[in-house]
C-alpha cells in the first residue's frame, strides 16, 4: 500500500517568493497534519485538516496557509518567504480527526525547502 | 500550552548497552504519549504509544511507561544495536491530532 507521499522533495527559493507543497494521504485517510521541523529540532504544529476545514493551527504567522481537496490531498502555500522559513516540512495523515481522540499519524518523508 | 522536554543528545553507546532517554510533559488534560523514531534521511515512524496512566507501550525490543504521578514516558531498551541508531522524539498529543515534540535526542551506537 502506498504511504503519504508528498512533493517535490527539495525546492530552494528566494527571500520574498511563494511556494506550495503537496502531500497525498494514504488513501481512506480523510485528516492531514502539517509540522515544520527546523533543523535540529522536533517538529511543529502548522495546520490539522479534517473533512476539507480546517481543525486546528499552530503558532504560524498568516503567510502560512493550507486547503485541503475533496479527494483528500492537501496543500500548503506560504507567500513571502523569509530565511527562517528553511525547513523539512512533513505532511501526515489520520483517519479522522475527531475531536477527543486520536488516531495514529503516518508521516510522510517530507518536502526540504531552502530559502536563500 | 502543551510542551515535551527531553534529554538532549548526542547519545553514545556500545553496542548491546542499556538506552535509556528521559521525556516529561506537560499538558492539559490526559494526552496520548509517543515514542517517534527518524532513522537517517526517512521520515518520522511511530514507534511505540501509550494512551493512559500506566499503559505500557512496546516496540522492537523498546519500552515506555505512561507515569501520570511523574508526567514522564522514558524510553528504554536492554540491548541496544547498530542498526538502532537514529534520532529519537518524545511527543505528546491531545483532541484532534495535533502532536506536541520534544526537541529529539540522536542515539549513535557503535561497535
Known amino acids: 500500500d502506498a504511504g503519504v507521499t508528498q512533493s517535490p522533495t527539495h525546492l530552494i527559493k528566494t527571500r520574498g517568493q511563494h511556494v506550495t507543497l503537496r502531500c497525498s494521504p494514504i488513501?481512506?485517510?480523510?485528516?492531514v497534519s502539517w509540522y515544520q521541523q527546523v533543523l535540529g529540532q522536533g517538529p511543529q504544529f502548522i495546520f490539522q485538516?479534517?473533512?476539507?476545514?480546517?481543525?486546528g493551527r499552530g503558532n504560524f504567522p498568516d503567510r502560512f496557509s493550507a486547503r485541503q481537496f475533496p479527494n483528500y490531498s492537501s496543500e500548503l502555500n506560504v507567500n513571502a518567504l523569509l530565511l527562517g522559513d528553511s525547513a523539512l516540512y512533513l505532511c501526515?495523515?489520520?483517519?479522522?480527526?475527531?475531536?477527543?481522540?486520536?488516531?495514529?499519524?503516518?508521516f510522510g518523508p517530507g518536502t526540504r525547502l531552502t530559502v536563500l | 500550552g502543551d510542551s515535551v522536554t527531553q534529554m538532549e543528545g548526542p547519545v553514545t553507546l556500545s553496542e548491546e548497552a542499556f538506552l535509556t532517554i528521559n521525556c516529561t510533559y506537560t499538558?492539559?488534560?490526559?494526552?496520548?504519549l509517543f515514542w517517534y523514531v527518524q532513522y537517517p534521511g526517512e521520515g518520522l515512524q511511530l514507534l511505540l504509544k501509550a494512551t493512559k496512566a500506566d499503559d505500557k507501550g512496546s516496540n522492537k525490543g523498546f519500552e515506555a511507561t505512561y507515569r501520570k504521578e511523574t508526567t514522564s514516558f522514558h524510553l528504554e531498551k536492554g540491548s541496544v544495536q547498530v542498526s538502532d541508531s537514529a534520532v529519537y522524539f518524545c511527543a505528546s498529543g491531545g483532541g484532534y491530532q495535533k502532536v506536541t515534540f520534544g526537541i529529539g535526542t540522536k542515539l549513535q551506537v557503535i561497535p
Open positions: 485538516y479534517y473533512e476539507k476545514e480546517e481543525r
Open positions: 501526515a495523515s489520520s483517519l479522522t480527526g475527531v475531536a477527543g481522540s486520536y488516531n495514529e499519524q503516518f
Open positions: 499538558a492539559t488534560g490526559y494526552p496520548s
Open positions: 488513501s481512506g485517510h480523510k485528516s
